[in-house]
T-cell receptor, first 111, second 117 residues
Framework: AQSVTQPDIHITVSEGASLELRCNYSYGATPYLFWYVQSPGQGLQLLLKYFSGDTLVQGIKGFEAEFKRSQSSFNLRKPSVHWSDAAEYFCAVGGFQKLVFGTGTRLLVSP | DTGVSQDPRHKITKRGQNVTFRCDPISEHNRLYWYRQTLGQGPEFLTYFQNEAQLEKSRLLSDRFSAERPKGSFSTLEIQRTEQGDSAMYLC???????????????FGSGTQLSVL
């Protein structure tokens, strides 16, 4: 069965510091992997996706993620966090017709 | 592109009542999805339409739930005899499918927050 684990419920990062959000997945075949961001009162917005090829994928808003098959991981990174990045971040696996989401990581940005 | 619209934004109902939510996808999008998100959890897949055909339903979608997309445009999700466990955010998403999977992108609405008292 497909599943996604986001081990960190909350993370606090100082503005301007780097960020890494962890995601581990379980999937029977080569996975399609996604990161979404959800701000209060907003819909989920796609940050980036991995289907195949280069294991380092670039997304919007300066985010990137690296697919590591040996570790079943797809961690999200950003070199310098802005206060506007405070939100909930979800990792997801599967095809578009049926995404399986993790429980999310809430990012807090301190001044 | 006006985005995916969901109505209402909030719904408070008493246990045992029926409720109906509406989703208007982005025009021209042939695929429409419903997800449910409870507090502290990620969204969970409920069902998926391609045009007017409902192609997949989750086991989460009990017989009290029914979804329709009669003309392949807007969709409704009805919950009959609501229970307190139905309290959640109901999210709708749409996409333009049929081409390369790598180009497909889901657009989510802001959701309908249901509270069952």
């Amino acid at each position: 069965a497909q599943s996604v684990t986001q081990p960190d419920i909350h993370i606090t990062v100082s503005e301007g510091a780097s960020l890494e959000l962890r995601c581990n997945y379980s999937y029977g075949a080569t996975p399609y992997l996604f990161w979404y961001v959800q701000s209060p009162g907003q819909g989920l917005q796609l940050l980036l996706k991995y289907f195949s090829g280069d294991t380092l994928v670039q997304g919007i808003k300066g985010f990137e993620a690296e697919f590591k098959r040996s570790q079943s991981s797809f961690n999200l990174r950003k070199p310098s966090v802005h206060w506007s990045d405070a939100a909930e971040y979800f990792c997801a696996v599967g095809g578009f017709q049926k995404l399986v989401f993790g429980t999310g990581t809430r990012l807090l940005v301190s001044p | 592109d006006t985005g995916v619209s969901q109505d209402p934004r909030h719904k408070i109902t008493k246990r045992g009542q029926n409720v109906t939510f509406r989703c208007d996808p982005i025009s021209e999008h042939n695929r429409l999805y419903w997800y449910r998100q409870t507090l502290g959890q990620g969204p969970e897949f409920l069902t998926y339409f391609q045009n007017e055909a409902q192609l997949e339903k989750s086991r989460l979608l009990s017989d009290r739930f029914s979804a329709e997309r009669p003309k392949g445009s807007f969709s409704t999700l009805e919950i009959q005899r609501t229970e307190q466990g139905d309290s959640a955010m109901y999210l709708c998403a749409s996409s333009l499918g049929g081409g390369a999977a790598t180009n497909e992108k889901l657009f989510f609405g802001s959701g309908t927050q249901l509270s069952v008292l």
